[in-house]
């Protein structure tokens, strides 16, 4: 950022920081489905090593020599798909759009096969309900914060009343022998 600011350039920093999701053009589509094809086909592929390797590394790599592929594989995945969502949200939102639906959806289940659903259905709900609060609020509210802003009411709203640790849940009396 220093350098670029430096040097004068016409690159305008707050889209860099926060992106601009309402103004992507046809390269940036292109790109957005590409790398998300390109990972829904390699998670589809590595789907049973992934869950292993997350679970437990050193028994897969036990079983199996497919260990560290899978583990850069899944990096290799992660960095692909914050290069691409800082086309759409900038390079502080990104992040949190990564972060917070899984977070979420992490006091709610604890199977892994529910908790990416689920966390792929939080990530949509906040995209649409972010749209939604932007359009409603007029030019006060960028799109790009707004959709995070939904997600972390998600998360917020999960934390609270969420039913595999939510703090609720958690300060509410439980019967004999009740997880």
Do not use: K
Not at 16 to 35: I, P, R, T, Y
Not at 48 to 64: A, H, I, K, Q
């Amino acid at each position: 950022m220093t350098i670029v600011s430096l040097r004068g350039s016409a690159v305008d920093l707050f889209h860099v920081l926060f992106g601009n999701v309402l103004a992507l053009d046809d390269d940036v589509l292109v790109l957005l489905s590409g790398v998300a094809s390109v990972s829904l086909l390699t998670l589809a592929a590595l789907y049973r090593p992934l869950v292993m390797e997350c679970v437990d590394p050193g028994f897969l790599r036990s079983v199996s020599r497919s260990g560290g592929v899978v583990h850069l594989t899944f990096l290799g995945l992660v960095v692909l798909n914050l290069v691409a969502g800082f086309h759409a949200l900038g390079t502080l939102l990104a992040v949190g759009l990564m972060m917070l639906p899984a977070a979420a959806a992490r006091f709610w289940t604890a199977d892994i096969t529910r908790l990416i659903l689920l966390a792929s259905g939080f990530g949509m709900v906040s995209g649409y309900a972010g749209l939604v609060l932007s359009y409603s609020a007029g030019s006060n509210l960028p799109a790009g914060p707004a959709i995070i802003l939904a997600a972390g009411a998600l998360y917020l709203g999960s934390l609270l009343v969420g039913s595999q640790g939510g703090l609720l849940r958690r300060l509410l009396p439980r019967t004999h022998l009740q997880r």
